[in-house]
């Protein structure tokens, strides 16, 4: 488990804080896992999966400047820096990347309008897709207001390892 915070920081054997505007502690990161992994005998992570876009839902119709700065700090911008620790990790076979969003798909007309903090998320994960085949980087949405059920089919889809790549989960 990795939270969001100013700087590296191990809280337990499994959970860490990090600030996500330094690539230094995606690396650190990554290697605290692969030592972890290789002391206790234990095979590389399956999969990373990101749900920071989640901590930053808003309810507000109404949007400013700030907000959708941090919520792409939080979201977007810190995806190249995950990429890139993993790839620095150097796993024989990478975990798969999960994307998870919330309101930034309209699969039906029940649906609110999308919540635009998220579509760059969308944007890159297409790309990180595209060009780190490797890591079968899979998008998801939740619901604007996400429900336990929604965490259940999620975790689901993860163990299952589909091959689907987007995925709209209500």
Request: with cysteine.
């Amino acid at each position: 488990l990795v939270s969001p915070g100013s700087g590296f920081r191990k809280i337990a054997e499994s959970e860490f804080e990090i600030n996500p505007s330094e690539g230094e502690d995606l690396d650190r990161l990554f290697k605290e896992a692969a030592c972890g992994e290789a002391a206790r005998g234990t095979a590389a992570p399956t999969a990373v999966v990101h749900l920071w876009s989640l901590d930053n839902r808003s309810d507000a119709v109404e949007y400013d400047a700030e907000k959708l700065m941090h919520t792409q700090v939080l979201g977007s911008e810190c995806v190249p820096g995950v990429v890139r620790a993993i790839a620095a990790a150097n796993w024989e076979s990478p975990p798969r990347l999960w994307l998870v969003t919330a309101g930034a798909m309209m699969p039906d007309s029940r649906d609110v309008l999308p919540r635009i903090e998220n579509a760059t998320m969308w944007g890159i994960g297409s790309t990180v897709a595209r060009e780190h085949a490797e890591l079968r980087t899979t998008l998801v949405d939740l619901s604007s207001a996400p429900e336990s059920r929604e965490a259940r089919a999620l975790a689901l889809q993860i163990r299952a390892g589909g091959k689907e790549d987007r995925l709209a989960l209500r």
